[in-house]
C-alpha cells in the first residue's frame, strides 16, 4: 500500500493521526490515520500488525519533514 496513491503529490494532508500505536487486548498493534485530498474527500487508512508499525513511522517522518509548512502535506513516502 502507498500512502501518495491516496491523494496526488501535494495535494492531500494528514488531517487526524494518533501520537501512539495502540495494542489491542489481544496483543496485536492498531494504527489509523484521516488523509484528506485537496477536494475534501477523506480516506481513513486503518492497519494491524507490522503494517501498523509502519504507518505509524511514516506517519510521523510525514508530520516532522512539514513540522515548518501550513499543513501537513502528503510527500512521496510510500508504505
Known amino acids: 500500500m502507498k500512502l501518495i496513491s491516496l491523494c496526488a503529490s501535494g495535494t492531500g494532508r494528514i488531517t487526524k493521526h494518533s501520537d501512539t500505536i495502540t495494542k489491542m487486548n489481544n496483543g496485536i498493534e492498531y494504527y489509523c ?44 513516502l510510500s508504505l
Open 33 to 76: 490515520v484521516e488523509v484528506t485530498s485537496k477536494d475534501g474527500i477523506q480516506y481513513g487508512i486503518q492497519v494491524f500488525g507490522g503494517e501498523a508499525i509502519a504507518l505509524y513511522n511514516i506517519t510521523m517522518k510525514i508530520i516532522q519533514d512539514t513540522t515548518n509548512m501550513d499543513d501537513h502535506k502528503v510527500l512521496s
